[in-house]
């Protein structure tokens, strides 16, 4: 378990020891920390065999937790992927309609991770996994204000400076959706195609925004999410972020979120040695080079990645592989596998 990290002695005082328990189940990689929250209240965690029933618990790692009768997992090293979702797959652990789910197809050496948000069932791209739900919230935050840029392919007419009108934002039935920076790439018969990047990410938003410009989605490609692309990922496939490139992303946010949680300097050298295959997909896993050269949390966004239309699969121009040095993550003899 990592220390509890140092806190000012006023706020020393006013709590007590530790870390709130849904922190700690969520950093074990099970849920983020609201599910973590609600395994709480529905009687499924127990601390020193006793079930507990509020979150208002604060657990140093000396006591034994189970989850579902299930100890804990150790905490590892905070670790972040890139992952293709190719589209019908759902993005929760359980479909209650029995669709496949993005944790069905990940490689069977896969530690147990979360999403980082979610996409549509028939969204495609680019998807971050960690095995920190504390990672996933933080990458998630709008404060942390990283950019989300999708290819979109939708049936209907629009102009330059329809787009235009999203810069300030819009209200679709009730909702207020923040600034999205849109443009028309082309008019491909009674399609169009655009590139939109909005920081917000609520639920189905580019769906709902352009549906009030009069446009039917039918294609949905993430392409990035803050520094990080889709690059050269192949449907399907995921690559491990090394930790050192996490490091730089996460910008002002590092300095907090290592000292509780990433990888220590022995666990990046591991990463970036790791030369095992990691899955069914993988190549070896060459790291390739170049320093991320785009946006860092809160700072300019990252310029667009100006892809070609995906009209086909494979038909995206690839760029330059912006986010740096990425390769496969490394088995490890403790991994844990999803449940
Ligand atoms: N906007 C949507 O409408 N759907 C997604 O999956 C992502 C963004």
Redesign the pocket.
Known sequence: MTPAPTRSPAKAAETPDGDRIAKVIARAGICSRREAEKLIADGRVTVNGKVISSPALNVTGREKITVDGKDLPAQEPARLWRYYKEPGLVTTARDPEGRPTVFDKLPGDMPRVVSVG???VN?EGLLLLTNDGELARLLELPSTGWT?R?RVRAFGAVTQADLERLKGGITVEGVRYGPIEATLDKVQGSNVWLTLGLKE?KN?????VLGALGLR?NR?I?LSFGPFQIGDLQPGEVKQVPNRVLMDQLGAHAAQFEQETVAPRHAQKQDRAGKKPSGPKSGGGKPSAGKPSSGKPAGKPPRPHRAGAPDKKGDRKRGPEQNGPMHKGKSHADRRRRP
Do not use: N, P
């Open positions: 979610r996409l549509d969204t989300r999708y990410g189905r938003e580019v769906k709902r989605v949905l993430r």
